[in-house]
């Protein structure tokens, strides 16, 4: 298909991980992003992976990327109440950023 | 380095009423872009524009919807004579070059349009 696949909700407590999946369709993507928006707000860019990398790790963010299965993932190490928001998963196609319907995070106390 | 700034935040308008929504790039970002975002939705390209010329709009809806990046000033978006379904929210994107280079797209804050 044509559209960026993840799942729509995720309930974490607070202090565990959270993974975040994603399914992408363009093999010849050269980044793949997450995005973060809180509610009423903008998008905040919060990590992206070159398209010859499997792994990019940024505080307690871990992307993961398998370019075989086109399957992007999104870890949040030790969970906190701020990271509640809507996580979308998104590639790079002909100039335009093809993004996900989102996955709404949810942090249980 | 002030991000990119969309005006004005928040736009009522009845329908048949005309909207303008304004994006101001980063400085010394060329490359604008539009997406709108329906409720419960990801965000769906519009319209991508350099300085002066439309270089793709293929996400834009054939009538009603303009958008210009004038050698002076923000861009705009225009939706003429407005309808219910226009209700969305409406991203504004810059780079400072195509995107397909290591130039991501920074997003602003968005303008919620409510069509009434």
């Known amino acids: 298909g044509e559209d960026v696949e993840q799942s729509l909700f995720l309930s974490v407590r607070e202090g565990d991980s959270s993974v975040i999946n994603c399914t992408y369709t363009?093999?010849?993507?050269?980044?793949l992003y997450w995005y973060k928006q809180e509610p009423g707000a903008g998008l905040q860019l919060l990590t992206y992976?070159?398209?010859?990398?499997d792994m990019k790790q940024d505080q307690r963010l871990t992307v993961l990327l398998n370019k075989k299965d086109k399957h992007l993932s999104l870890r949040i190490a030790d969970t906190q109440t701020g990271d509640s928001a809507i996580y979308f998963c998104?590639?790079?196609?002909?100039?335009?950023?093809?993004f996900g319907k989102g996955t709404r995070l949810h942090i249980l106390p | 380095n002030a991000g990119v700034m969309q005006n004005p935040r928040h736009l009522v308008r009845r329908r048949g009423q005309e909207a303008r929504l304004r994006c101001s790039p980063m400085?010394?970002?060329?490359?604008v872009y539009w997406y709108r975002q329906l409720p419960e939705e990801g965000l769906k390209f519009m319209v991508y524009?350099?300085?002066?010329?439309?270089?793709?709009e293929s996400g834009m809806p054939k009538e009603r919807f303009s958008a210009e990046f004038p050698k002076e000033g923000p861009s705009i978006l225009r939706i003429q004579q407005v309808v219910r379904g226009d209700s969305a929210a409406y991203f504004c994107?810059?780079?400072?070059?195509?995107?397909?280079?290591?130039?991501?797209?920074?997003f602003g804050p968005g303008t919620r349009l409510t069509v009434l």
């Open positions: 994107a810059s780079s400072p070059r195509a995107s397909g280079s290591t130039d991501t797209q920074y």
């Open positions: 363009d093999s010849s993507s050269t980044y």
């Open positions: 992976i070159f398209s010859n990398m």
């Open positions: 998104a590639e790079i196609r002909d100039d335009k950023i093809i």
């Open positions: 400085k010394g970002h060329s490359h």
């Open positions: 524009l350099q300085k002066e010329n439309i270089i793709d």
